[in-house]
Nanobody, 118 residues
Framework: QVQLVESGGGLVQAGGSLRLSCAAS????????MGWYRQAPGKQRELVAS???????NYSDSVKGRFTISRDNAKNTMYLQMNSLKPEDTAVYTC????????????WGQGTQVTVSS
C-alpha cells in the first residue's frame, strides 16, 4: 500500500502562485508514475500534470507553461508549482500514483482545495 498526503492548497488572487506538495509513504518502491488531478464543482476530473520516476513530464493544455510538476525521490515527495493562477484553476487538487505496470492510477490522496479569486 501507498499513502499520499497533499499540502499547500489555499486562497490566492488571480496572477498569484501556489506550490502543492504530495508526500508518499509505504510501498513506494513499486510506484512508477505520479500525477496531479483536479476537479471543480460540476466538472469532470482532469489530469493536469504527471511525472515518471525518471522525470519525464506531461501537462494538460490548460496548464502548460504555467504549472511545473517535479518530484524529489530522496524525500518521496512530488510538487506542483502553479504560477499565473486564474479563477478557472479553482478546484480540489488530488495527487495520485500508479504502480509499475498498472493502467490506471492506484493510489489517491485526500485532496487539497485551491481557490483563485478574481
Amino acid at each position: 500500500q501507498v499513502q499520499l498526503v497533499e499540502s499547500g492548497g489555499g486562497l490566492v488572487q488571480a496572477g498569484g502562485s501556489l506550490r502543492l506538495s504530495c508526500a508518499a509513504s509505504g510501498s513506494i518502491f513499486n510506484i512508477n508514475r505520479m500525477g496531479w488531478y483536479r476537479q471543480a464543482p460540476g466538472k469532470q476530473r482532469e489530469l493536469v500534470a504527471s511525472i515518471s520516476s525518471g522525470g519525464s513530464t506531461n501537462y494538460s493544455d490548460s496548464v502548460k507553461g504555467r504549472f511545473t510538476i517535479s518530484r524529489d525521490n530522496a524525500k518521496n515527495t512530488m510538487y506542483l508549482q502553479m504560477n499565473s493562477l486564474k479563477p478557472e484553476d479553482t478546484a480540489v487538487y488530488t495527487c495520485a500514483a500508479k504502480r509499475i505496470g498498472a493502467i490506471r492510477y492506484d493510489y489517491w490522496g485526500q485532496g487539497t482545495q485551491v481557490t483563485v479569486s478574481s
